[in-house]
């Protein structure tokens, strides 16, 4: 037992010194791989990327990847990928094209007006046309 106890001593030492000698710049975290990459895969898809092609990609089953994004990122893949179109939502309504806010919720991403005025609702705490 005094063996197996030096060498876990030991062990945990080395551990300790990777740990702190592990520098990162300030404001900058380490992410999972996977959630590196499913970041950049909604990014590019404006959320468009079905759910299993995701996890898929990123090489993870899906349940996985929703636990360890939800950890890191703080927000359920759901919710991001509501963000993602939101965001390409206003570009699209105050873009040059002057689209109406059906056509622009459409091409943003949404399945349809409800499921759009029901994130917009979650997101800003009222209906689309009472913010416009």
């Known amino acids: 037992p005094d063996w197996l106890n030096a060498g876990l001593r030991q062990l945990l030492l080395r551990c300790w010194r990777e740990q702190d000698n592990h520098t990162t710049a300030p404001g900058e975290t380490s992410l999972h791989p996977a959630v590196s990459r499913a970041l950049v895969l909604l990014q590019e898809s404006g959320?468009?990327?079905p759910s299993a092609l995701l996890s898929k990609q990123c090489g993870v089953t899906g349940p996985h990847l929703s636990?360890?994004?939800?950890?890191e990122v703080g927000v359920p893949i759901r919710r991001y990928r509501s963000t993602v179109r939101l965001a390409r939502f206003w570009e699209l309504?105050?873009?040059?094209?002057?689209?109406?806010l059906m056509e622009a919720a459409l091409e943003a991403g949404f399945g349809s007006y409800t499921q759009f005025f029901r994130v917009f609702r979650e997101a800003y705490g009222c209906s689309p046309r009472a913010l416009l």
């Open 47 to 49: 959320g468009e990327i």
């Open 93 to 100: 309504f105050r873009g040059p094209l002057r689209l109406t």
């Open 67 to 71: 636990r360890i994004f939800h950890r």
